[in-house]
C-alpha cells in the first residue's frame, strides 16, 4: 500500500492548534480518495420549500463507515503506519463513528485495534465496530470515563493511543468540506454539528484556506452544553450529558485545542433539544429519504430553528452520519424520544 504523510503524528501542541492549509487538505485528499470517492452535496427540492432558502445536504452519511469520521481516519493511520514501523496495536475511545473510522483504517495497515465504549452504547455501532475486527472493551458511563480508561489501557499495554482530535483527523475530514465548497459557491452559511470539534475545525480549515466568507456556526445538544457553555464563557467548561438521541455530541468534557479553535474562529453556536433532532430526523428522511443518527440531524435541526433568519439565503447543512439504532430511529419518526 501507498504511505503517505500530510504532517507528523507527533507535532507539538501549538501546531496543532494550527488549522490545516490548502495544500494539507489536498495531500489529505489524495489518502481519503484511495479508499473512497468524494461524497454528494445535493439541493432538495421539498427541503428548499420547506425552509425557504436554497439548502445543500452534505451527504457524510454514504462513506465506508456511513460517517465523516473515516477520512480522518485513514489519514491520521497513513502517517501512523509511515512513522512506526513496529507499533504493535492501537487503542481508542468512542461512542461508534470514531470507533468503526479507528477499526477500518487499522485494518488497511493490519494493525489490531482496541476500541473502549461507555455502558450502553449503541448495539448496531458496537457491532459495526465488532465486525471491522476491533476489540471492544465497554467501560464507564459516558464517553469521558471510556477515554481516561483507554488511556490507562495504553499506557499499561504499550499501545498507541488514537485521540478523538487531532490534526491530522481534522485534516481528513476537511476534504469533505472541501468538496463541498468546490461543488457549491457561495454558500452563506453552513451548519456543523459539534461533538470533540474534528468536524468543525475542518470546516473552519477549508472555509480559511479558500479565502470564503461563508459563516461556519456549530451545532450543540441542548443536553449536552459543555462546548456552548464554554464558546459563552470563553473558558474550559464541563457539562452533565442528558441527550438519549445525539450520542455523536455526547461531549462532557471540552478537548482545549478543539475549544481553543472554536472560540477564536466559529461565528457562532446554536443548541438543539433532543425534540428538534427528532425532528429533523424525520424531515431528512420525508424530504430525502436519507437516514441520519441524531448528531447527523443536528445541522438540520439548527437550520430549522432558524428558518426566519436564512429566508432567501443559500445554506448548507452537514448530514454528518446515518449509524443510528433501528428502535430509536423508529421513535425519533413517531415522536417517541
Not at 507527533?10 to 488549522?19: A, N, S
Not at 461531549?251 to 485545542?257: E, H, L, S
Request: overall charge neutral; proline content about 4%; glycine content about 8%.
Amino acid at each position: 500500500m501507498k504511505k503517505h504523510s500530510v504532517v507528523n503524528i507527533t507535532k507539538d501542541m501549538v501546531y496543532i492548534k494550527m488549522l490545516p492549509t490548502l495544500n494539507e487538505i489536498e495531500q489529505a485528499a489524495e489518502i481519503v480518495y484511495s479508499a473512497m470517492p468524494p461524497t454528494p452535496q445535493y439541493c432538495w427540492p421539498l427541503l428548499s420549500e420547506k425552509l425557504g432558502a436554497e439548502v445543500w445536504v452534505k451527504h457524510e452519511n454514504h462513506t465506508p463507515t456511513g460517517a465523516f469520521k473515516i477520512r480522518g481516519g485513514l489519514v491520521y493511520f497513513a502517517a501512523l503506519s509511515a512513522e512506526q514501523k513496529n507499533i504493535t496495536g492501537v487503542i481508542s475511545a468512542t461512542r461508534g463513528n470514531h470507533g468503526q473510522s479507528v477499526g477500518l483504517a487499522a485494518k488497511r495497515y493490519g494493525i489490531p485495534a482496541t476500541i473502549v465504549v461507555p455502558h450502553g452504547n449503541s448495539k448496531e455501532k458496537n457491532a459495526a465496530m465488532r465486525a471491522l475486527g476491533v476489540n471492544l472493551i465497554e467501560f464507564g458511563n459516558d464517553f469521558q470515563e471510556s477515554k481516561e480508561y483507554a488511556e490507562k489501557l495504553a499506557q499499561e499495554n504499550s499501545l498507541h493511543m488514537v485521540q478523538s482530535f487531532h490534526r491530522l483527523l481534522v485534516a481528513g475530514v476537511a476534504t469533505y468540506c472541501l468538496e463541498l465548497f468546490r461543488a457549491v459557491a457561495n454558500i452563506d452559511i453552513v451548519y456543523v454539528p459539534i461533538g470533540l470539534g474534528s468536524g468543525v475545525a475542518a470546516m473552519l480549515a477549508a472555509r480559511n484556506a479558500l479565502g470564503l466568507k461563508t459563516e461556519v456556526v456549530g451545532v450543540v445538544s441542548a443536553h449536552a452544553r459543555a462546548y456552548a457553555e464554554s464558546f459563552i464563557q470563553k473558558q474550559f467548561v464541563e457539562s452533565p450529558v442528558t441527550t438519549r438521541i445525539a450520542d455523536g455530541m455526547a461531549c462532557r468534557t471540552p478537548n482545549p485545542d478543539a475549544l481553543d479553535i472554536i472560540c477564536n474562529q466559529v461565528d457562532r453556536i446554536v443548541e438543539v433539544t433532543d425534540a428538534e433532532i427528532a425532528t429533523a430526523i424525520q424531515t431528512i428522511f420525508e424530504c430525502t429519504h436519507n437516514i441520519s443518527e441524531g448528531a447527523g440531524a443536528a445541522a438540520m435541526a439548527a437550520a430549522l430553528q432558524e428558518k426566519q433568519r436564512n429566508l432567501g439565503r443559500k445554506i448548507a447543512v452537514v448530514l454528518t452520519g446515518g449509524n443510528i439504532d433501528r428502535d430509536l430511529f423508529i421513535d425519533a419518526l413517531n415522536n417517541k424520544t
